[in-house]
């Protein structure tokens, strides 16, 4: 390939907040064939906050549940535990409730990637998860009213989280996190252009549905409850179907994947690590610039060929 048209296709990108490690980089996005998105800060902004909290029942005061949730999240570094950390301290605060002034870091904190975390707080069990994280702790299961009320939260594409204190649920949270303005235009853009396009998460089944939904993706081609090695092994699948695949993530979860991927591209506030494994970093966090760094590679490899 033309050396001096992968320099001025690297500068062409880099004023376009297209950052590209290499001329490698820019053959294999000319070929990429299928795109494989993560849904939290790459399709949504990742910036959840709270958007219901039902108590369930009157054994433990409302406030005195707000700050038991509130010490048990705040030693978690998970993005939704930082939503739920935000919305205790607020509550509390307009309750001007004495716990407010209570609030400290249980020593025995215990997260569980992927399902959630649990503490001692002041002689009580505090569990804060998702329903396979209270199954394995052996926490009896929602009712159907507060199941239905779980189900309408996933529908809308929020995550519904679950509290229990001492072996028993307690509360409801349903969390949300806006899509980027341009998510559905370059998933619309993208499949136009002929680019097979999917959505892996972590998030429940449900949850990744009402997403998919919004941004125009159809169900088959989404991934949820995938761990950072599902992620891999989608990406890996692919390949063998002959596809060539980039993967456009944020996080250390997405790492092993965009390292797998044909093209790894970390967008945006991603985290050093994810950055590290890319081939590509998009500065601007718009979901948008995978579709210019796509054609502009496109624009290039085609005239040197
Ligand atoms: P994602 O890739 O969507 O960030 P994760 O694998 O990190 O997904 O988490 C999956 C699910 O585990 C979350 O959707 C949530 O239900 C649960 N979870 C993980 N950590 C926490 C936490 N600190 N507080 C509450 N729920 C959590
Ligand atoms: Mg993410």
Request: aromatic residues 4%; contains cysteine.
């Amino acid at each position: 390939a033309a050396p001096t048209a992968i320099m001025t296709g690297t500068g062409v990108g880099a004023q376009n907040g297209v950052l590209i490690k290499g001329g490698e980089a820019l053959e294999s996005a000319a070929n990429v064939d299928t795109i494989i998105f993560d849904k939290t800060g790459t399709l949504t902004m990742g910036k959840p906050a709270v958007e219901e909290f039902v108590h369930l029942d009157d054994k433990v005061a409302n406030d005195e549940l707000l700050w038991m949730v509130l010490c048990a999240e705040r030693s978690s570094e998970h993005p939704l535990a930082v939503a739920v950390v935000k919305y205790c301290e607020a509550r509390l605060s307009e309750l001007e409730s004495d716990f407010a002034s209570k609030v400290f870091s249980p020593p025995e904190f215990q997260a569980v990637t992927g399902k959630g975390v649990s503490c001692n707080v002041n002689g009580r069990t505090v569990a804060i998860g998702n329903r396979p994280f209270m199954k394995l702790l052996k926490i009896p299961p929602a009712d159907n009213e507060v199941e239905r009320r779980m189900l309408a939260m996933e529908d809308t594409g929020a995550t519904a989280i679950l509290v229990a204190v001492d072996g028993e649920l307690a509360a409801v949270c349903g969390i949300s996190d806006e899509l980027k303005d341009d998510s559905p235009d370059t998933i619309s853009r993208l499949r136009g252009s002929g680019v097979e396009c999917w959505m892996v998460t972590g998030d429940n089944a449900r949850t990744a549905r009402a997403i998919a939904r919004r941004v125009g993706l159809d169900e088959r081609y989404v991934v949820s409850e995938a761990l950072p090695a599902t992620k891999v092994l989608k990406v890996e699948s692919l390949q063998k179907d002959g596809k060539v695949v980039a993967m456009v993530g944020d996080g250390i979860n997405d790492s092993p994947a965009l390292v797998q991927a044909n093209l790894g591209v970390a967008i945006g506030a991603g985290t050093d690590i994810a950055i590290e494994a890319a081939d590509m970093v998009l500065v601007r966090n718009c979901v948008s610039d995978v579709a210019v760094a796509l054609d502009l590679s496109k624009a290039i490899f085609s005239r040197i060929k």
